[in-house]
């Protein structure tokens, strides 16, 4: 991931490390499920923006 802003890699990496440092089965549910749920809105959005940019309708 090189391509990662510093600002970017460093959140990724302080996330990582959160989620190692973790022991609590029911919080480590609790992450994985937010970030499911934030995979699926940028997702969404992106699909969403490439549609507007290409011109064809959106179904955000």
């Not at 990582?16 to 022991?23: F, G, K, N, P």
């Not at 029911?26 to 499911?36: H, Y």
């Amino acid at each position: 991931m090189d391509s990662l802003s510093l600002s970017r890699q460093f959140t990724l990496e302080s996330g990582s490390r959160a989620i190692d440092a973790c022991e609590d089965p029911v919080e480590l549910r609790r992450i994985a499920k937010m970030l499911l749920s934030a995979w699926q809105l940028q997702s969404d959005l992106t699909r969403h923006y490439g549609a507007q940019t290409l011109g064809l309708p959106s179904q955000l």
